[in-house]
């Protein structure tokens, strides 16, 4: 049976990716006080930084619900295809328990937990999406995710830790130092899990390019077929420094893909957030 590539919003692949790969979305819903809509489709990043700025209150995100996994799930099973579905990290969401639920009310689906969120759930996605173009059975599909999910490195610097601190992320303390001293954490995705790493000062264009630099400078362990940079409302020169940074610091990447986030993964790091996110080599078990 054919198989069909479904995941979350919070994956940020660009429409462009989505119809190039036949990945289909189940969009997550945002919540802006009395208003409420899909990710994507009815909210965008920019009602966003809008309704932030008016009400000084973070809006509400939602996972998908079991109903409307099994509706869309349903429809494809219809259509004779076998589904690999991608979830946001069980620890940030509810989308994955939701889709297993959902899972055992129909035949032939498969939930994925990718661990990740934002592009570095993406690169899992894409990969999947590749293999089921190239008529790869659900099972080749799922080994090759599930081992390629532990080596997806994920990372980000924020000019701003407001929003994080305001989605009970960080305490009130930590967002008043960061903001008096200038400091800008990076914050790191290991194992399905949000940790801050290194803190960086300065004006956000001085900290992206230190941040890319210390992901990339001297690293042979870092997988060459593809790279993203995924960002909120960074200014289009910042875009291209990261980029030539990129290619300066590890010139093999085969692709550079640029994306911006969704509103639900907005939600939770504001404006001026980047990051770089990539696979890493599996270490050679032989030596």
Excluded at 22 to 45: K, Q
Excluded at 80 to 104: K, L, P, R, V
Aim: with cysteine; charged share 25%.
């Amino acid at each position: 049976m054919p198989v069909k590539i479904i995941s979350d919003s919070t994956c940020d692949l660009s429409q462009d990716l989505l119809r190039k790969y036949d990945i289909e979305v189940a969009p997550l819903t945002v919540t802006l006080g009395n208003r409420s809509g899909p990710d994507g489709e009815e909210i965008t990043a920019e009602d966003i930084y809008r309704y932030v700025d008016t009400t000084g209150q973070l809006p509400k995100t939602s996972a998908v619900n079991p109903m409307a996994y099994e509706a869309l799930f349903r429809k494809w099973q219809e259509r004779g295809f076998e589904i690999i579905h991608f979830c946001i990290s069980s620890e940030f969401s509810s989308a994955y328990q939701n889709a297993c639920i959902a899972a055992q009310e129909t035949r032939g689906v498969y939930p994925v937990d990718s661990r990740n969120l934002s592009t570095g759930q993406g690169l899992t996605v894409l990969k999947a999406a590749e293999m089921a173009m190239a008529d790869a059975s659900v099972e080749e599909i799922l080994r090759t995710c599930e081992d390629m999910i532990p080596h997806v490195e994920a990372s980000f610097v924020a000019n701003s830790i407001d929003y994080l601190y305001k989605g009970g992320r960080c305490s009130a303390l930590a967002a008043l130092g960061a903001n008096m001293l200038q400091i800008k954490p990076c914050i790191e995705v290991r194992d399905g899990k949000m940790i801050p790493g290194k803190k960086y000062r300065g004006s956000i264009e001085k900290v992206i390019r230190s941040y890319v630099i210390d992901k990339l400078k001297n690293r042979t362990d870092i997988d060459d077929e593809r790279i993203f940079v995924t960002h909120t409302r960074c200014d289009p020169e910042t875009i291209e420094a990261v980029r030539s940074l990129i290619r300066q610091y590890h010139p093999g990447f085969r692709e550079i893909l640029e994306t911006t986030a969704g509103a639900t993964n907005t939600t939770h790091c504001g404006p001026e957030t980047l990051g770089i996110l990539f696979v890493r080599k599996k270490p050679d078990t032989n030596l």
